[in-house]
């Protein structure tokens, strides 16, 4: 096995343990293991933006190909730098009208048409359907998502849950049911976004305990083992300092 | 303090190792439990499966380290039946910190079937700008990208023949753990180009995206390490979400139990402070 992936699987046992040991108490193999993290993402993201967008696509464009019309984004881009310098930051705000004026024309338009357009289109669709040759028919199967029962549901759904945010009258009398229809739908979609929650982050726990034990493997030397020995010691000493040494209080 | 009101000040350290058990002993001792196939998993599996060779596939990995345990398998799932079909498969990201790792995946698959970088695939890398790539690349692709992501110029690549915009893909699929991902390549991308897209994402992101699904924005969703699973089954080829399917149902069994418990021993402990009030008055 190359040695990168022997060092790898040490490096990646070693911070995995090191912030798994926050859940036993805050330490300092924790901030270690954090503060790398942090260090290391942003340090990967600026050598990654620097060498794609000033070295790929400005410097040898211009460069090697002569694509002088490069230099106007270049320049609008730098008008942003004048942030830096008081008395000149008002220049910025050319760059940032051009960026939110772009964004804005693109987003706009786009995100109306995809996300409330199309979903209202889809909400209203019609309670029965006239299939060619059955005629107009009705469809009970709650699995199929086209089907007539599904398409009541969707309709008190959204309309009580609209009306729940409507606070200009007071939920009282047949409001108060509607408005309590909306509460139940509502907990019912927080419901199911806690479960896949739940579900995504015991699936990242799984990740890293397959990684785990992958690296008990004695090809890579068995990191898992020796890396775990050692948070757990430090863990003891740690624990044993502050009994022998309790934190003066203020 | 009665046994109810103990429970409830349970040390929280003592879940933490339930829920640890609960995940490694299923991985270490798999039972293999069933897993269906949903629907909506089935979306993307059979599209892929009704593309004919030599159709343009793209894949955009647009998730960093953080969601690799759940999009990860996705990715290699993808991307061996997407080679299995021998489609053109283009990779690329639009997240600057998972540039690494998806050259990795890809590299990694696409040696393992055999396939030629530039011939039967290319990763294009990541460009600055999220969803304004995506326009770019609606527009012109080799404006987007000039060179692959080992600096290879795109124009004259074998595996881009014909390609010169996404209006020329077949079929897109976007991983994605976040912004830009799935909702971005359906807005600025499908609605515009008019290209069919499939979606996989994260299990926190699956349910603001089934809207999406239902309205028929996107022919299919592959939801977390679930639906990855489900993939692996698919393409028959079980890999490391298969594998995690059964500490994934073992941990979420323990997580129903501590709830029913938590809600037992809070009622247990309300009606007996209750009765104590009542008999104090």
Redesign the interface.
């Known amino acids: 096995m190359p040695i990168e992936t022997i060092i790898g699987g040490w490096v990646a046992t070693g911070l995995t343990l090191f912030i798994f040991s926050f ?2 108490k805050d330490n300092p193999l924790f901030k270690l293991a954090e503060n790398l993290y942090v260090g290391v ?1 942003v340090g ?2 600026i050598i ?2 620097y060498d ?2 000033v070295v ?2 400005i410097w040898k ?1 211009i460069v090697e190909n002569g694509e002088w019309t490069l230099l106007i984004p270049v320049a609008i881009g730098m008008l942003m730098l004048t942030r830096y310098v008081p008395k000149a930051a008002w220049i910025s705000r050319y760059a940032f009208a051009f960026i939110v004026g772009v964004g804005s024309g ?2 706009i338009p ?2 109306i ?3 409330i357009l ?2 209202i ?2 909400t209203v669709r019609p309670l029965l359907t006239l299939i060619p040759g059955e005629g107009v028919t009705f469809t009970w199967s709650l ?1 199929n ?1 086209a089907s007539s029962v599904n398409t009541i549901i969707i309709l008190i759904g959204v309309s009580s849950v609209l009306f729940y945010f409507f606070f200009s009258v007071e939920h009282r009398g047949p409001g108060k049911v509607v408005a309590r229809t909306g509460i139940m739908f509502l907990m019912i ?1 927080f419901g ?2 806690f479960g ?5 982050r ?9 990684d785990l ?1 992958e690296f008990t493997d004695p090809s890579y030397g068995r990191p898992s083992l020796w890396l775990a020995g050692l948070t757990i010691l430090t863990l003891v000493v740690m624990a044993r300092r502050s009994r022998s040494h309790p934190p003066e209080e203020k | 303090m009665t046994f109810a009101e103990r429970m409830l000040k349970i040390d929280r ?1 003592i879940i ?1 190792l339930v ?2 058990l609960c ?2 002993i299923p ?2 001792y798999p039972v293999g439990l069933p897993i269906k196939i949903s ?1 909506e998993v089935r979306g993307v599996y059979d599209h892929i499966e009704s593309l004919p060779e030599g159709s343009v596939f793209l894949l955009s990995l647009d998730f ?1 380290p953080a969601s ?3 999009l990860m398998p996705q990715s290699i799932s993808l991307l061996r039946h997407a080679f299995r079909k021998k489609l053109r498969v283009i990779a690329l990201t639009l997240w ?2 998972g ?2 790792m998806a050259d990795q995946v890809v590299t990694q698959v696409a040696r393992e079937m055999g396939k030629e970088s530039g011939k039967d695939y290319v990763f294009l ?4 700008g999220g ?2 790539v995506i ?1 770019n690349m609606g527009q012109d692709l080799y404006g987007a990208f ?2 692959d992501y080992n ?1 290879k110029p795109t124009k004259g690549l074998s595996v881009l023949q014909g390609v010169a915009s996404l209006r020329d893909v077949n079929y897109a699929v976007s991983l994605g753990a976040g912004n830009p991902g799935v ?1 971005a390549w ?3 991308g499908k ?2 180009y008019k290209f069919e897209l499939g979606g996989g994402c ?3 992101m ?3 995206l089934y ?1 999406l ?5 996107i022919n299919g969703l592959i ?4 639906g990855a699973a489900e993939y692996e089954i698919l393409i028959d080829q079980k890999g ?1 979400a298969v ?2 399917m059964d ?2 149902s073992a ?2 069994l323990a ?1 129903i139990v501590l709830v029913v418990l938590c809600n037992l021993f809070y009622f247990a402990s309300r009606n007996i402070a209750r009765r104590q009030s009542q008999s104090g008055a």
């Open positions: 859940l036993y993402s990967y993201t990654k933006t794609t967008v790929q696509l464009p693109l987003a786009r995100t048409s995809s996300f199309k979903q289109e889809d699995l998502p979609a199911a976004a896949y929650t739940v579900m995504a015991m699936s990242l726990l799984i990740g890293r305990l397959t034990i | 350290r933490f829920i640890g995940t490694l991985l270490l629907p960093d690799k345990p759940e600057v910190s540039t690494g890398g990541w460009s600055p969803t304004a326009i000039p060179a600096g909702e359906y807005v600025f609605d515009k994260t299990g926190v699956a349910p603001g809207p699904l239902r309205s028929g924005q939801g977390g390490l679930r490391k594998a995690g500490a994934q941990t979420h997580i």
